[in-house]
């Protein structure tokens, strides 16, 4: 896992552009003209990730479901038979808490999942596996947030999943004995298309509800076109997202 780890933050911007940097500081004096194009292509990389425009316009791509309606919450449990949380890593032994606790990104996906039950009714399962290889499990880890923080206790935890594919198998394992053939899923807007897609193929009919829309954020200064730290994280994300969508239809057709 760290090697993988490893090699996919290397190959993928802004590692890769980093690298490219690197290659044009080595070749300056033996190849000076690829020199100058790695720079400018690696420079130029790390710039457009740098640009919240740039971001928006990315996820206007990837970010292909809609939201789910207010109005809909309610008349959720005519739909489905369960709310999925997908997990997103954790903050290791956080000083504040004494514990590992849930991302940012995590939290609001819970938080929305929370609202959904308590309009609809619907319990709760929370996926997602050990991380570092240490328990806790981010499943339980979001389970012992959302009971503490939202008030809302989880009725399934699936603690060993690594990817979306394994949320996806290990989640129908667990629910699809019980006859929960029907999900709620949620996570982020920009992650919702490949999640929808390895729900369905693990035989779930699957009602998506994303939060954390990227695409949305039209009040930017100067339009956008200032560089923000933000925006490198943000777009780091989408495209690991667009990398990752590819593989899935390519691996798990």
Do not use: C
Not at 122 to 135: K, M, N, Q, S, V
């Amino acid at each position: 896992m760290p090697f993988r780890y490893f090699i996919k933050n290397l190959l993928l911007p802004p590692g890769l552009f980093l690298l490219l940097l690197l290659f044009a500081w080595w070749l300056r004096n033996a190849r000076p003209r690829l020199a100058r194009a790695l720079f400018v292509v690696g420079l130029g990389g790390m710039w457009l990730m740098s640009l919240p425009v740039m971001v928006e316009w990315s996820a206007r791509g990837i970010e292909s479901i809609p939201p789910l309606a207010q109005g809909e919450w309610s008349t959720l449990a005519q739909r489905a038979d369960a709310i999925v949380v997908l997990g997103s890593g954790r903050e290791r032994n956080e000083p504040s808490w004494g514990s590992d606790v849930p991302t940012g990104v995590a939290l609001e996906r819970m938080r929305y999942a929370a609202r959904l039950s308590k309009a609809s009714g619907l319990p709760i399962l929370t996926t997602g596996g050990l991380h570092y290889g240490e328990p806790p499990s981010e499943a339980a880890i979001m389970a012992d947030s959302l009971r503490d923080d939202f008030g809302v206790t989880v009725r399934w935890q699936e603690g060993q999943s690594r990817t979306t594919w394994e949320n996806a198998t290990m989640t129908a394992a667990m629910l699809q004995p019980l006859g929960i053939k029907r999900v709620v899923v949620v996570t982020q807007a920009w992650h919702m298309p490949r999640s929808v897609w390895s729900f369905e193929k693990a035989g779930f009919s699957v009602v998506p509800a994303p939060v954390g829309f990227l695409s949305t954020d039209n009040a930017r200064p100067f339009g956008g076109w200032i560089p923000e730290s933000r925006a490198v994280w943000q777009m780091g994300q989408l495209l690991n997202e667009a990398a990752g969508w590819v593989g899935y239809r390519l691996f798990y057709r």
